[in-house]
């Protein structure tokens, strides 16, 4: 009988250290400038664009960008910038 | 900003890409390396700018995600460059224009000197000119605490003078020297008379005098003498210093011939232009220098712009020209004309006279009239004649000592 996988033995290992989670294993980090500007490092894709909503892929997880006059300021093919006025962000999945 | 700059530089186009789902094409450019900036989207389109050549590449993206893409706007230099590419005239003339005005920074433009006046500014222009500071001269060539030290020795009456280059314009300051007056001369001396005459009135001064009023003098006889002798024995030697008038006689004579040949002015003038820059110049008048006698007076004109004189200055040279004319005058005329040469012959030379009375006399031999004025005169005769120490006294002494 195999053994499972411990899923929870990798944050234990680095909550453990003081480590932040994603220092190692990528994952997207987002820095959010008061309710105006979000960036955002380790993009995928965008799924959808409009001026109230704007919804990215970073791989194992969806961010919704919810507000007012949202746009996309520039992007590359890993990370973005989004402007506007931010009234939420969400986390799908 | 910068980065704005770099955009523009580069060129830009804005496109709007319309359909059902414009996000696919924005993974699409971004999973490809080109970058989109200033995305707008509303309900059924999506606004963006992207480099202009990149702008090609949108397409097949555009065609896979089924959107129209349509571009609105272009910007940037490239287009401006293809927008002006016929005129390329302007390009050049640019070109030229700054390559011009870097090389010729480097060249003095203009000299101005500022002077009290009582220094010669030709002459001093020509000084600076063989020290290497003229109009059109290489500015880095130019040493200017060696042409100020050189300067003041040169000219003589040049007490300092400082030299500023600004740009291409030299301002001159500078200063005449003052000459202290020279101290009294106390060396021992006679005074003796210059010329043959009567004595009429002897000034007080130092010396003893050896005339009296009434006496006939002859050139180079003692007037006062410099040696005092003491009634107890000895002697001193003094430096004489006095005024001693006489009658004397002077004769001055012109002559005038009856018939010469003379050069007289022309009515017809001509006048040559040219132009230069800094050291180049070449005509711009169909006339050139006329042949014969000519007198020219030259004019040069620099011209300005905005208040900053350019070197660029227009030369008029007027020729006024002169013909060989063959003339006879009466006698009448030719003592008119004696006379007023005779005139101005008296005011030099016998400046020195306190007062005169003259008469004239009028002969005619070989075709020239010949006006003598015999003129008695009453001036000043006393001139210094050094005492040396061994006793000699020669026409040297005589000759210095006139210069009073």
Redesign the interface.
Known sequence: MKKKKNDKSKPRLFGGFGLPYGIVKSSVHIEINSNREAIIDGSS???????CCIKISTGKMIVAFKGRGL???????SSMVIEGYISSVEYVR | MILRLLRWFSGYAKFTAKGKFPERLLNMTMKNGIQLWGMRSDSSSLTAYVAAREYKFLRPFAKRCELTLKCTKKGGLPFIISQYKIRSGLLVGAILYIAISIILSGYIWNININTSGSINEYELREELRSLGLYEGAKISDINIQDIEQQATIDMDNIAWISINITGTLVNIELSPRIDKKAPTDKTPSNIIASSDGVITGIGAGEGKPSVKIGEAVVKGQMLVSGILEYDVGGFKLKHSDAKIYAQTKKTLSVSVPLEETVLKKNDFNTYKKSLSLLWVSFPISIYGTPDGYISTQVKNENIELFGTQLPIKITTENYNIYENIKVKRTEKQARTLAEKQLSLLETFSLNNAKSYTKKYTQKISNGKLILTGTYTCTEDIAIQQEIKIDGSITEENINKSSEK
């Open positions: 894709g965008i799924l959808e664009y409009n001026e746009f996309i300021r520039c992007m590359s093919d």
